[in-house]
T-cell receptor, first 116, second 113 residues
Framework: DTGVSQDPRHKITKRGQNVTFRCDPI?????LYWYRQTLGQGPEFLTY????????KSRLLSDRFSAERPKGSFSTLEIQRTEQGDSAMYLC??????????????FGEGSRLTVL | GDSVTQMEGPVTLSEEAFLTINCTYT??????LFWYVQYPGEGLQLLLK?????DKGSNKGFEATYRKETTSFHLEKGSVQVSDSAVYFC????????????FGTGTRLTIIP
């Protein structure tokens, strides 16, 4: 049983550097989501894809953030010119929900970013 | 906008105690409601859900009832175990194709033997 996998699990970087996170969803899932979670808070929605199309982006996703899902399978989340405020856990989730249905999101274990 | 207000923690209980974690929400229309749980070192996973008013979600001895009149979805368990120690998140999903989940801040539960 292969769930949602994220890589790397932990990234430490210096302010101003670029970082990229990868998410591999459950193989038959067509929808993929990115969330950000800071200490003591619940996850906050960033963006989601249906297949390769990015259907919604949160206002939290500044122009330093970009997400892609080029072939409708894995996804990457890149943060350019990192700032200390970007330090957080970045969560990926996938689902096979059809439009108008409410179903379960399957989450990965997250990629923790620490910006020094 | 949509929001979820969750009972603040941390909560510490003795084994076999009764558990209630309060959750209320603000949303337009009739959202679907969820409880997710995060065990130490693991990813978030769905615990239970309810998609319409008066529905009761249940799993692993946990229950929550969708109360439209009080906009609540409180989590309950009659007898907690040490293995229930985790962080619990209440969440909602708006109707009509809006896919994103809005989460509460989470409640850390610790059960002592």
């Amino acid at each position: 049983d292969t769930g949602v996998s994220q890589d790397p699990r932990h990234k430490i970087t210096k302010r101003g550097q670029n970082v990229t996170f990868r998410c591999d969803p459950i193989s038959e899932h067509n929808r993929l989501y990115w969330y950000r979670q800071t200490l003591g808070q619940g996850p906050e929605f960033l963006t989601y894809f249906q297949n390769e199309a990015q259907l919604e982006k949160s206002r939290l996703l500044s122009d330093r953030f970009s997400a892609e899902r080029p072939k409708g399978s894995f996804s990457t989340l890149e943060i350019q010119r990192t700032e200390q405020g970007d330090s957080a856990m970045y969560l990926c989730a996938s689902s096979a929900r059809d439009r108008g249905d409410t179903g379960e999101l399957f989450f990965g274990e997250g990629s923790r970013l620490t910006v020094l | 906008g949509d929001s979820v207000t969750q009972m603040e923690g941390p909560v510490t209980l003795s084994e076999e105690a009764f558990l209630t974690i309060n959750c209320t929400y603000t949303a337009t229309g009739y959202p679907s409601l969820f409880w997710y749980v995060q065990y130490p070192g693991e990813g978030l996973q769905l615990l239970l859900k309810a998609t319409k008013a008066d529905d009761k979600g249940s799993n692993k001895g946990f229950e929550a009832t969708y109360r439209k009149e009080t906009t609540s979805f409180h989590l309950e368990k009659g007898s907690v175990q040490v293995s229930d120690s985790a962080v619990y998140f209440c969440a909602l999903s708006a109707p009509f194709g809006n896919e994103k989940l809005t989460f509460g801040t989470g409640t850390r539960l610790t059960i002592i033997p």
